[in-house]
């Protein structure tokens, strides 16, 4: 089993694409240099002002642990932090716990939503 956090984010208004690039671009990259399992992103299928990143840990220490160190991180903070906290009007983060078959199928089903 592994423990999955989706983080859903309300970007402010017509900033979705550009969202994407800096995720797709600067972000994605970073986290997964830091070690974390990015299954999927994207523009959300139903909102165009909706995006949701996905994220896959092996417990919640390890959520925890992995989050405390990229966050406080300087290539975080210095690099793309900014320019993405301006794009996102609000956030919401859920964490479930899937089997890592369901971990891949969430995985290979959001390719097409990735651009990347």
């Known amino acids: 089993m592994r423990l999955v956090e989706i ?3 309300q970007l402010k208004a017509h ?3 550009s969202f994407h690039q800096l995720v797709s671009e600067r972000s994605v990259p970073l986290l997964r240099q830091w070690g974390t399992d990015v299954v999927a992103y994207g523009i959300s299928a139903h909102e165009e002002d909706g995006y949701f ?3 896959a840990y092996q417990d919640r220490a390890d959520l925890q642990q992995s989050q405390d160190q990229f966050y406080a991180s300087e290539a975080w903070r210095s690099g793309p932090r900014e320019e993405i906290v301006a794009k996102i009007e609000s956030s919401l983060s859920t964490q479930v716990w899937l089997s890592a078959a369901g971990v891949e199928d969430l995985r290979t089903s959001n ?3 990735q651009g990347s």
């Open 15 to 17: 900033t979705a694409e």
């Open 111 to 113: 390719t097409g939503t």
């Open 7 to 9: 983080r859903s984010y």
């Open 53 to 55: 990143l996905i994220r």
